[in-house]
């Protein structure tokens, strides 16, 4: 099996859930103190040891691509954030009109690859010394199946989430059974959700074409992924870490917030007096 090292990062939805801030900035760049999210996404990737990335961008989302060139006046600077950095591709989503499309488009980038899928707006804190992408790699190299990440969600939290059936093959692992994109929760008695980090073999490609347009009228990799349980093993794995999604402004005010007062160098600016 060859070593993932491909990543694809979509960032081509609209982020309408952060209006009026996104209506001339992607969500992609909102700030988590001092870095933009994606930031931390492709961090999250090189550390995994992933060091082929393609962002998917689309209209709107140019800041993303500039915000990775090497432009700026003070090099020692951009160093200290950028060293560990390798080049980045950029592909264009033309029509925003789902997450399955908008990994369709990284098909030429990826090949005959095994690729990773992370979310452009999820960043992650693992528990452990391997990150959570390296956790998700692990069991897909251990099981040589499609491997995508879960988490327990509440019901009311459902309706945000694709959700997975499956039955257990070892600790924190299931072979899928079925998906369902964003259920009601008297439609499923599962509690896993998909949080957005997907190992995935080329022939997914194939079933994003079959896929017809699920829930909110867009094209659903959830559903592609549907396509592949009915003809291939599929896993789901837990992780040992913590996820922030910053997909709507609650979230990602939550999580600014959480680090900001982490880190070292604002404490004094927030000391109580
Ligand atoms: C997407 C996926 C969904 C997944 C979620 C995780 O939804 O479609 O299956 O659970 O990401 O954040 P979105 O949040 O883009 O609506």
Known sequence: MP????????????????????????????PIVDKPVIHYVVEEAVKSGLDEIVIVVGAGKDAIINYFDRHFLDDSMDESYFSEMPDIYFVRQRKQIGLANAVLTAEAFVGEDPFTVLLGDTIYESGTDKTVTSQILEAYDRYDKPTIAVEKVTREKMRDYGMVEGDPVGPGTWAIRNLLEKPEPSETKSDLGITG?????????????????????EYQLTDALLDQVRKRDVYA?????????????????????????????????????
């Open 197 to 217: 980090i997907y190992v995935l073999e080329p022939d997914i490609f194939n079933s994003i074409r079959s896929t017809k347009p699920g829930r909110n009228g």
């Open 237 to 273: 794995t837990s992780f040992n870490g913590t996820r922030h999604d910053i997909g709507t402004k609650e979230l990602w005010i939550k999580t600014f917030m959480e680090y900001v007062s982490r880190d070292k160098r604002f404490a004094s600016s927030f000391d109580s007096k």
């Open 3 to 30: 070593k993932v090292r491909k990543a694809v990062i979509p960032a081509a939805g609209i982020g309408s859930r952060f209006y009026p801030l996104t209506r001339a900035q992607p969500k992609e760049m909102l």
